[in-house]
Each structure stands twice: as C-alpha cells, then as structure tokens.
C-alpha cells in the first residue's frame, strides 16, 4: 500500500460574534452616564433645531409651513430617540448585578477545514466582558 498524503484544504470565513457585558456597578454606573450624555446630545439637538426654526421663519427666505415641517420632523425623531434612552435608563435600574446583556456585535474570522463540522463552526458565537475584561468566550 501506498502512502496518502492529506492535503489541508482550509478558508477563512467572517462570522458574527455577539459581545455582552456582564452588569457589575461600575458597569452600571458606566452604562447609565452613557445613555445620559447620549439624552443630553440628542435634548441640545431639539434646542438648536427650535433656535434655527425660529430663525429661518424671521428670515422668511423659505415658506414658513416647510420649515415648520421639516424642523418638527427633526425634532420628532431626536425626541423618540430621547424616549428610547429613558426607557433603557429604566431597565437598567431593574436589571440585577450579574446580569448579561448584549453590548455589540463584532465580526470575527474563522478557519474552516475539510472534515470540520459545519455547525459547531457557524453557530453563533459570543464573547463575555466584564469590567473591560474578557472572561468567557462560547
């Protein structure tokens, strides 16, 4: 008998990874004052929109109706945006200490080789932080 000689076939693939956070107080405490400078952002926003809608209606270049239009819609989404924060910021005080919660998703590349097992390659993948630090990877 002869010797056969294996030859390694391999690619690379992108893959989704999910990364979640696991909640400790300083993450808390992180997560809130991000979604409370994101509100902040978004309630200067509603202000300076209000100050040039004001404006350009003194100005009387454009017809007032458009600019009302336009500036309101404006308005309109930074406001649900601003409803969307409050309602993380509140589900963030009831959630308790230890719990995962989804951060990100990052892409992730992974070798694939003949006689690999499709599924345990290709099935969702996430990567566990807690404090800044990697503890789990599933």
Known sequence: MGIVEWEA???QIIQKVV?????????????????????NQWQKECDQLRFEMKRLRKE????????????????SNRQEKIKLLDFQLKQLELLPLGSEIK???V???INVEVGDK???KTRDKTIVIK????VDIR
């Open 9 to 11: 076939i391999w690619m």
């Open 19 to 39: 990364v979640k956070q696991v909640l400790t107080e300083e993450s808390k405490k992180w997560l809130h004052e991000q979604f409370q400078q994101r509100k």
């Open 60 to 75: 009387k270049k454009y017809p007032p109706s458009q600019v009302v239009t336009y500036f309101e819609k404006e308005i």
């Open 103 to 105: 951060d990100r998703e």
């Open 107 to 109: 892409q992730a590349i």
């Open 118 to 120: 499709w599924d345990e």
């Open 131 to 134: 404090d800044g630090i990697v």
